[in-house]
T-cell receptor, first 114, second 109 residues
Framework: DVKVTQSSRYLVKRTGEKVFLECVQD?????MFWYRQDPGLGLRLIYF???????EKGDIPEGYSVSREKKERFSLILESASTNQTSMYLC?????????????FGSGTQLSVL | GQNIDQPTEMTATEGAIVQINCTYQ??????LFWYQQHAGEAPTFLSY????GLEEKGRFSSFLSRSKGYSYLLLKELQMKDSASYLC??????????FGPGTRLSVLP
């Protein structure tokens, strides 16, 4: 089975802190994604990546950056955390670019910014 | 844009059939996906429609009409474990997916 692992299940940070959310997948997938999920808003795409060192902005990239130095790892960075970034963050991966292949999700990181 | 609408909540009885609708406005997409998400867990893939029509997968079926901008997920012989949120998503060329707000389904005994 494909496994997408997120480093933390729950995280509490203070306003202004730099926050790193790590995601690792073990199936050699080319594509990786970061979403945030908020009640009533569904999943919203922050950033995605098709390949190592490649990144594309999603719908809500402001306040976030990403890093993909290795194919299996995709990191989401909150440069200066704010309370409106309190959310559930979901990482996902997929393969077969361009054919609408399904997403495999990690179990999520519930981030609280105080 | 790709505005996707789903009902917020639905309730159904164990053993019954329920249809969860999804409407969208989009300039074009590769496929329409349905995901299931139990509370506190990650979404998992349920079904995928590329062409118009019905795709059947056991107790779950999904329908797509591109001309009407409409899809639905049909769940038969409902079980208590089907209580979850159901997410409709549009998959675009280039692999960025856009999700609807999700429908929370409660199955009652």
């Amino acid at each position: 089975d494909v496994k997408v692992t997120q480093s933390s299940r729950y995280l509490v940070k203070r306003t202004g802190e730099k926050v790193f959310l790590e995601c690792v997948q073990d199936m050699d997938h080319e594509n990786m994604f970061w979403y945030r999920q908020d009640p009533g808003l569904g999943l919203r795409l922050i950033y995605f990546s098709y390949d190592v060192k490649m990144k594309e902005k999603g719908d809500i990239p402001e306040g976030y950056s990403v890093s993909r130095e290795k194919k299996e790892r995709f990191s989401l960075i909150l440069e200066s955390a704010s309370t409106n970034q309190t959310s559930m963050y979901l990482c996902a991966s997929s393969t077969d670019r361009g054919s609408g292949e399904k997403l495999f999700f990690g179990s999520g990181t519930q981030l609280s910014v105080l | 844009g790709q505005n996707i609408d789903q009902p917020t909540e639905m309730t159904a009885t164990e053993g019954a059939i329920v249809q969860i609708n999804c409407t969208y406005q989009t300039s074009g997409f590769n496929g329409l996906f349905w995901y299931q998400q139990h509370a506190g867990e990650a979404p998992t893939f349920l079904s995928y429609n590329v062409l118009d029509g019905l795709e059947e997968k056991g107790r779950f079926s999904s329908f797509l009409s591109r001309s009407k901008g409409y899809s639905y997920l049909l769940l038969k012989e409902l079980q208590m474990k089907d209580s979850a949120s159901y997410l409709c998503a549009v998959g675009n060329y280039g692999q960025n997916f856009v999700f609807g707000p999700g429908t929370r389904l409660s199955v009652l005994p």
